[in-house]
């Protein structure tokens, strides 16, 4: 069974950086699309980052030009590098394929704080 595990969150102030990681068990990333997600206190998750499997990428309209995923297939891991936060990308980020399907299950996430 994959496992995905999200890790570098953080309390980071308006403006800053950080950068998360997102290591699976199995050897997916070859064959899916990857993408992080979000969550934020009463809202709905939502996708905000994809890299296909030949490295394409695509971004949501609130984080693009700020927020930047790769991925290294080799360590089965993917990134999101993010600059300038704000504070509306406080939420919980999770990474998984892109769509997500019921085979591989949801990681408990990495908190994102963004607060001064």
């Known amino acids: 069974q994959v496992q995905l595990v999200e890790s570098g969150g953080g309390l980071v102030q308006p403006g800053g950086s950080l950068r998360l990681s997102c290591a699976a068990s199995g050897s997916i990333f070859a064959i899916y699309a990857m993408g992080w997600y979000r969550q934020a206190p009463g809202k709905q998750r939502e996708l905000v980052a994809t890299?296909?499997?030949?490295?394409?990428?695509n971004y949501a309209d609130s984080v693009k030009g700020r927020f930047t995923i790769s991925r290294d297939n080799a360590k089965n891991t993917v990134y999101l590098q993010m600059n300038s936060l704000k504070p509306e990308d406080t939420a919980v980020y999770y990474c998984n394929v892109v769509p997500p399907v019921r085979a591989i299950s949801w990681g408990k996430g990495t908190l994102v704080t963004v607060s001064a």
């Open positions: 890299i296909t499997s030949g490295g394409l990428t």
